[in-house]
């Protein structure tokens, strides 16, 4: 089955600690994209990354890093710096970046 | 930044009833998409509008791309409760970043 995978489902962490999402995507498209929602509101993108070796920050990027080294995983890790790390994050992949973002089931990643 | 107001902000419909929402811009969109979130879940796509004027319909769905492509409607015929959830609109517009809306959140009560 062609898909986007996103582990772990829910992510505990100490305040102070880096923990890194996993994003992988087996429908062999160039773009991809991180995203963060709050409870009751839309999605605000992190980072994207528009083809591998290359990614771009987006409106919320301080306190995030990613990296591309494949074409099918764009891992994103929330650092200490990010004062509110506690969200609901979502990757999507598109063939290209005017292409239609089709979304994985998301990972919640909640801080002690 | 861009944003897309999206409308109503929540809705509450008994199960049979037909719903509208709608997103509206500021600026020309050169593709509208609109996505459903269930909770705990990723949004998925329900449908694609690509051209001023394009009407799609997906089953019970219908999405238009409004004339003066600042704009977008999505309709649902006969409400059933497993439409319950959170229905987003998002658009290209200038750039290669996708803009979302804030969500109309739907409540279907049998």
């Known amino acids: 089955d062609g898909g986007i995978t996103q582990s772990p489902k829910y992510l505990f962490r100490k305040e102070g600690q880096n923990v890194t999402l996993s994003c992988e995507q087996n429908?062999?498209?160039?773009?991809m994209y991180w995203y963060r929602q709050d409870p009751g509101q839309g999605l605000r993108l992190i980072y994207y990354s528009q083809i591998v070796n290359d990614f771009q920050k987006g409106d919320i990027a301080e306190g995030y890093s990613v990296s591309r080294e494949k074409k099918e995983s764009f891992p994103l890790t929330v650092t200490s710096a990010q004062k509110n790390p506690t969200a609901f994050y979502l990757c999507?992949?598109?063939?290209?970046?005017?292409?239609?973002?089709?979304f994985g089931p998301g990972t919640r990643l909640l801080v002690l | 930044g861009q944003q897309l107001n999206q409308s109503p902000q929540s809705m509450f419909i008994q199960e049979g009833e037909d719903v509208s929402m709608n997103c509206t811009s500021s600026?020309?969109?050169?593709?509208w998409l609109w996505y459903k979130q269930d909770p705990g879940e990723g949004p998925v796509l329900l449908i694609a509008?690509?051209?001023?004027?394009e009407l799609t319909s997906n089953g019970r769905l219908t999405a238009q791309f409004g004339i003066t492509r600042k704009d977008s409607f999505l309709n649902i015929s006969a409400s059933i409760p497993s439409d319950v959830g959170i229905y987003f609109c998002?658009?290209?517009?200038?750039?290669?970043?996708?803009?979302f809306g804030t969500g109309t959140r739907l409540q279907v009560f049998p």
């Open positions: 600026s020309i969109f050169n593709t």
């Open positions: 429908l062999n498209h160039d773009a």
């Open positions: 998002a658009g290209h517009y200038n750039t290669d970043k996708l803009i």
């Open positions: 999507a992949s598109s063939r290209s970046p005017e292409e239609t973002q089709y």
């Open positions: 509008l690509y051209k001023a004027g």
